[in-house]
C-alpha cells in the first residue's frame, strides 16, 4: 500500500467533502494530531498560490473547505446564474443583515429597523438554513429571537462571525450585489429579446 503524506491525505478528504470539515474530524480520519491538519493546510495553499491555481482551502464556519479566488467571483457566478436555491433579494439581504449584526432579534426588532413587514422574508431565510430561531425575548409576550447559523457562515465564506465586514462598509457591499443583479437581469434580458423577435416574426 502507498504511502502518502499528510498534505495528501487532508487534500483527498477536503477534495471529497461538500460542506467544511473541522479539523479535529480530519485529524481523527487521519489518525493524525490536528495540528498537523492545520500545517498542511498551510503547505497546501502555499503550493496553489505558487502554482497560480483558481482555489485555495478557506477556514468556513469551524470547518476547512475549498473555495475559488474572490477575483474569480464573476465568472463563478455566470456559471449558476440560473441555479436560484441561494439567491436573495434586496429585502431578504437587508433582513439578513439586520439579523447578523443584531442577533438575537425579534421580528418586531428587525421591522423597527426596516420599516416594513418582514414575516415572509424571515421564513424564507429560515427555509433557506440561513438563519434560525435562537430563543426568546424575556419581554411582555416572549417574542421569539432569530439569529443566524453555521449555513449561513458557510454560504458567506466566513469563518465567524467576527468576520463580517463593518457596519460602515455594509452599505456599499449591499450597493454592489444589488448592480449585479441589475446586471444579470439585464443580460438575460438582452439574451432573450432576439427569441421574442424570432417569434414575433
Not at 30 to 37: F, L, P, R, S, T
Not at 109 to 122: A, D, M, Q
Not at 176 to 194: N, T, V
Amino acid at each position: 500500500m502507498p504511502a502518502f503524506s499528510t498534505e495528501t491525505i487532508v487534500e483527498a478528504m477536503l477534495f471529497a467533502a461538500s460542506d467544511p470539515v473541522p479539523a479535529a474530524r480530519l485529524a481523527q480520519a487521519a489518525e493524525i494530531q490536528e495540528q498537523e491538519v492545520h500545517e498542511a493546510v498551510r503547505t497546501l495553499n502555499l503550493h496553489y498560490e505558487q502554482q497560480g491555481r483558481a482555489f485555495r482551502i478557506s477556514e468556513i464556519s469551524g470547518g476547512y473547505q475549498f473555495r475559488t479566488l474572490p477575483a474569480l467571483a464573476e465568472y463563478v457566478r455566470g456559471l449558476s446564474r440560473n441555479i436560484s436555491a441561494h439567491r436573495l433579494s434586496s429585502a431578504a439581504l437587508e433582513t439578513l443583515a439586520i439579523v447578523a449584526y443584531r442577533q438575537p432579534i425579534s421580528r418586531t426588532g428587525v421591522e423597527k429597523i426596516r420599516g416594513v413587514n418582514v414575516s415572509g422574508v424571515l421564513k424564507t431565510l429560515i427555509e433557506k438554513r440561513l438563519i434560525t430561531v435562537c430563543g426568546r425575548a424575556q419581554v411582555l409576550g416572549r417574542p421569539l429571537l432569530y439569529g443566524t447559523t453555521a449555513e449561513f457562515l458557510r454560504h458567506f465564506g466566513l469563518a465567524a462571525l467576527g468576520d463580517l465586514p463593518r457596519e460602515s462598509e455594509l452599505e456599499v457591499i449591499l450597493g454592489e450585489q444589488a448592480a449585479l443583479r441589475a446586471d444579470s437581469g439585464d443580460k438575460e434580458a438582452a439574451d432573450q429579446e432576439p427569441e421574442q423577435q424570432q417569434t414575433l416574426m
